[in-house]
T-cell receptor, first 108, second 114 residues
Framework: AQRVTQPEKLLSVFKGAPVELKCNYS??????LFWYVQYSRQRLQLLLR??SRESIKGFTADLNKGETSFHLKKPFAQEEDSAMYYC??????????FGPGTRLSVLP | ETGVTQSPTHLIKTRGQQVTLRCSSQ?????VSWYQQALGQGPQFIFQ???????GRGNFPPRFSGLQFPNYSSELNVNALELDDSALYLC???FGQGEPDTQYFGPGTRLTVL
């Protein structure tokens, strides 16, 4: 069965500090992994996807098939990064499996 | 270009009743997915519609049913409501299949079952 885990419910860092949001998955096949973000009073939106190998708002994520991980990283956190972050996997049925989410709080 | 809209915003029902939630997809999108998000959890996939046909279903009982119309708007129907059905219901639209599609989410409908 496909599953996405995010071990931290809440992650607090100071502004300017590096941040890493952890995501692990279980999936028998070649996964497509995504990070979604929900800022306060806004709707859920795509942040980045692994196949694009892009950096959005300074965030990057590398798919590590050996460790079945897709951690989200940013070298210098900003206060506006405070939000709820969800890791998601797209399975063979073209459907998405979301993790439980991590709330990132960037302190001034 | 209009975004994904959902109605109603909030809804209160009692156990055993039936409810219909509505979603208008983003212009040009032909795929709609529905999710249930309980408090403190991530969205859970209910089902997806592609060009008016169900195209995948999550682990939800048959009393959760859906429909997609020719204009690609969609409905989620839940029969025999239970207390555990209280949640935020999200609709997401996207274009096409077999491509790295981006889902665009609506604001959600908050359903409370008493």
């Amino acid at each position: 069965a496909q599953r996405v885990t995010q071990p931290e419910k809440l992650l607090s860092v100071f502004k300017g500090a590096p941040v890493e949001l952890k995501c692990n998955y279980s999936y028998s096949g070649s996964p497509e992994l995504f990070w979604y973000v929900q800022y306060s009073r806004q709707r859920l939106q795509l942040l980045l996807r692994h196949i694009s190998r892009e950096s959005i708002k300074g965030f990057t994520a590398d798919l590590n098939k050996g460790e079945t991980s897709f951690h989200l990283k940013k070298p210098f956190a900003q206060e506006e990064d405070s939000a709820m972050y969800y890791c998601a996997l797209k399975n063979y049925g073209q459907n998405f499996v979301f993790g439980p989410g991590t709330r990132l709080s960037v302190l001034p | 270009e209009t975004g994904v809209t959902q109605s109603p915003t909030h809804l209160i029902k009692t156990r055993g009743q039936q409810v219909t939630l509505r979603c208008s997809s983003q212009s040009g999108h032909n795929t709609v997915s529905w999710y249930q998000q309980a408090l403190g959890q991530g969205p859970q996939f209910i089902f997806q519609y592609y060009r008016e046909e169900e195209n995948g279903r999550g682990n939800f009982p048959p009393r959760f049913s859906g429909l997609q119309f020719p204009n690609y708007s969609s409905e989620l129907n839940v029969n025999a409501l239970e207390l555990d059905d209280s949640a935020l219901y999200l609709c997401a639209s996207s274009f096409g299949q077999g491509e790295p599609d981006t889902q665009y989410f609506g604001p959600g409908t908050r359903l409370t079952v008493l």
